[in-house]
């Protein structure tokens, strides 16, 4: 009997049955040799979550694999030549099956390698992962990830859109890798498309500056985090400080673009830190940055006590630092996540604002300004952020040689004229994708508030819940008010925020729940409510990572359903990465 229900609940964390097109919700089973008793699929709440490591995020199918092994083991041993045999692992047979639909972003390979650092980071988010299999790597010899490297090549066509699914790859330092040139040259000869590269610069000297040349086009994420060598030195723990903090000026004369990254510590006094944020985004600027990118810190439960501070008092110093600045640097300056900044200070929210011009794009040369509110392009009016970086991402990609934008500058309405190939360095096509012009992050898109319509509509609900997060909330509630489904008079709908308890520390980001958050947030909520919800809705972007609605634990969405006994459905959006 465990090893149907096993086999059965291995197979529906991967798969949902349907009948006639439509999903159906099983709970159980019953033995065709006694069709009387009804055996549940889940007796006791169960995790998940794989024992795979990231595997289990991007290609829980090889989990799959490795879950019916263990369970048929559990009721035979395997023989050969008449001997039993002890198998400890198993190889895919043909990689060709496993081929995906993929951008083939070089990026995905690259960070394969990203697995090694040599600094160390006082507030690196690294050191606050959980320690969940689904967030950490096995060790592996650089030569071992070389060779992983080298396998996905022989599978990455570009030309088809196809790779291999997804690898497990890190967030430090792939300049660090022993093969990272290596590395550079096999996608050069898989690949002519743009390539990013994050970076501490602890290993950004001249000469592998006049080496990156050779592989353009190429963008660097530079963590310079301060331009004092005293500083840099004490956040980023680190004896050699001006290596870094020297190659921005040889990233200009090579013409690569690149990023200043700031995380502003609050080392010594907040006051100090946001000194420190002033003379670094000056000297960026100076150097000729294409972006200053401030990723606002925090920490989670799994950090250093030593590391805690208030995250209100720190982030709002920063974030009036950076509107300081906007307006006395030449190149953007924004904030991340851009949302937090927005609800202190924006109101509407989701306008198509200015806040930044990268140097000598079109969007600099044809005279907009910080704080302008693009209205329309040609003939086509524009009302949110996200229709307005469609708008200009298509007109880029196309053929036009001018557009006129209509704008809103102080209470004048305005017409500029953008030409697209009106530009240079620090500009790309490659790199850029809106004409140089900024906004505060990537906003909300409407039709997300009409696929929330269709399925309440298709539920046929009447008392929903909603799970939000703290931070797009009130956009969201925004939307809300300007659609029409609130004005349904049989509905009713509740907004909640679940607390990242898995996180812990500061941390607040939607995109940071996992399964078990939600879970708590549904329970929680249910004594406040008249009546217990019929539908609960929650956006899809916290499992978005691989496409198999799975957190980042690994455990499947679909547990909160089989947890809470309430119907679960996702509500599809885009991961806010700004």
Sequence with gaps: MNLVRTQLQNMLNIVNLSCDGKEIKVDGFKLLSDKTDHHSLYPTARLSAGDLGPSVLYEPRIEFIKKQLES???????????RVVHPDGFRLKCLDDWLVQSDCDPNELLEIAATRCNCDCLMCYNKGNPPSPALTSGKRSPREELNEIETRLRYFFPDKRMSLFPGPGCGYDVMAHPFFFKILRLLREKTSGPIRISTNGRTLTPRRVL????????????????SSPERRGKVMGENRPGTAISAPSGLRSEEIPYSVVIVPWPLDSISKMC????????????????????????????????AEFNREEVWRACIDTVRELRGKLAC?????????????????????????????????????????????????????RPQARDMLSMFQKGEIKAAHLRIQRDKEKLERVIHPDDFSYPFTKEFDHHLGIVFMGTGLRVSSIEGLKEIIHSRKAKNVLFLSSELVKPVFEQCLRESRLLHAPDLRLHTRVPRNNYFGGNVFMGDLLVVQDFIDCVKESLPEMEKDPDLVVIPSSPFGLGGWGRDLTGRVYLDIEREVGIPVELLECDTIYD
């Design 332 to 384: 953007p300056i924004v904030t991340m996540p851009s949302m937090y900044e927005e609800n202190l200070y924006e109101d509407p929210k989701n306008l198509p604002k200015i806040i930044g011009l990268v140097p000598h794009s079109p969007g600099a040369r044809c005279g907009l300004r910080l704080g302008d509110i693009l209205l329309g392009i040609n003939n086509i009016s524009i009302t949110t």
């Design 72 to 82: 048929l083991l559990s009721v035979v041993d395997l023989e050969g030549h008449r």
């Design 275 to 306: 000194q420190d944020l002033c003379d670094t985004a000056h000297y960026a600027d100076e150097c000729g940055a294409h972006l200053i990118q401030i990723n606002l810190p925090g920490t989670s439960k799994w950090f250093s006590s030593d």
């Design 211 to 226: 080496k990156l040349a050779e592989f353009k086009p190429i963008y660097v994420h530079l963590s310079l985090n301060s």
